[in-house]
């Protein structure tokens, strides 16, 4: 009887660890902060099965969580959508109400954001803090970005290959560094204005 003792006492402690559910990581990651600014860890380019990535947007905030993420947003393809026979949804904001919800219990923001898919020389351009992204999925390109301006959205591109030499030389000149500035100021102001539920502390 003693002999079962531990052995009883061993497989509860499994079983009772097994059953413990947690957002955290073994390894989060962490930044310091630099003497009189919040260093704040963000992925502002993300997709879930209502694009082009494999997973529900409820994962994306459970990844977020594991790895000490402050703030993300699904910035799902808008034009490009290969599982829209399987997962069908005329509402472009559908990921991001999901991964609100699910975030809404712990200290994530979620921007609301959306990606607009153009051949070179636009490429792919990510608009964040966007208030809808229906209105935004538009036929010309000219147009999406219109309406993304409209939003107030703050948009940033991936240069792709075959990205003529002018345009580069552009993204990468005196003025555009000088203007980075004020693009992370922006940034900034827009992350403040964000609603946020803290309701763990």
Known sequence: MKSIIPFFFLFFTILLVGQEHTHR???PLTFPDIPGYK????DLHMHTVFSDGNVWPNIRVQEALRDN????????????????????HPDRNRSYE???KEAADYDLLIVHGSEITRSAPMGHNNAVFIDDANPILQEKAADAFT???????FVFGIILPGTPKTLMETLFSA????????MANFMVSRLLTLPITRRNP
């Open 98 to 100: 999901i991964a609100l």
């Open 69 to 88: 993420l402050d703030v993300i947003s699904l910035t799902e393809h808008l034009e490009y959508q290969p599982h829209s026979q399987d997962i069908p």
């Open 39 to 42: 260093s704040i860890k963000t």
């Open 175 to 182: 003025t555009f560094k000088k203007n980075a500035l004020k």
């Open 147 to 153: 309406e993304a301006k409209k939003q107030g959205a």
């Open 25 to 27: 990581s073994s390894r």
